[in-house]
Nanobody, 131 residues
Framework: QVQLVESGGGLVQAGGSLRLSCAAS????????MGWFRQAPGKEREFVAA????????????YYTDFVKDRFTISRDNAKNTVYLQMTSLKPEDTAVYYC????????????????????WGQGTQVTVSS
C-alpha cells in the first residue's frame, strides 16, 4: 500500500508559479513511476507529467503532455519519498484539482500517460490561476 498526500496548491495570478509536493508513505517509493494528473470542473481527468522509477542511476526519464512542456517540471526525491511538480508561467486554463499518483512498476512509455496504469492516488490539491 502507498498513501499519497499532495500539498502546495493555491491561488496565483496568471504568469505566476507554484510548486506542488506529493509525500508518499512506505519504504518502496523508489520502485514506482509517479505521475501528476489534473481535473477541471466538468472535464475528465487528464495526464500532466510523469517520472520513471529509480534504476540505480541519478537520471529519471520524464514525460509531459504538450500543453505543459517547457512550463512544468516533474522531479522526485526518493530519500524524502516525495515527488514535485514545479509549475511556471501559469495560465487560467491550468486551473484544476491536481492529483499525484503512483503507477504500476511495470509501466512503459506507452501507457504511463493512462490513468488506469496508476494504482494509488492522492486526494488532490486545488490550483486556481486568476487572469
Amino acid at each position: 500500500q502507498v498513501q499519497l498526500v499532495e500539498s502546495g496548491g493555491g491561488l496565483v495570478q496568471a504568469g505566476g508559479s507554484l510548486r506542488l509536493s506529493c509525500a508518499a508513505s512506505g519504504r518502496t517509493f523508489s520502485i514506482y513511476p509517479m505521475g501528476w494528473f489534473r481535473q477541471a470542473p466538468g472535464k475528465e481527468r487528464e495526464f500532466v507529467a510523469a517520472i520513471a522509477q529509480s534504476d540505480g542511476s541519478t537520471y529519471y526519464s520524464t514525460y509531459y503532455t504538450d500543453f505543459v512542456k517547457d512550463r512544468f517540471t516533474i522531479s522526485r526525491d526518493n530519500a524524502k519519498n516525495t515527488v514535485y511538480l514545479q509549475m511556471t508561467s501559469l495560465k487560467p486554463e491550468d486551473t484544476a484539482v491536481y492529483y499525484c499518483a503512483a503507477a504500476t512498476p511495470s509501466s512503459t512509455v506507452v501507457n504511463i500517460r493512462k490513468p488506469l496504469q496508476y494504482d494509488y492516488w492522492g486526494q488532490g490539491t486545488q490550483v486556481t490561476v486568476s487572469s
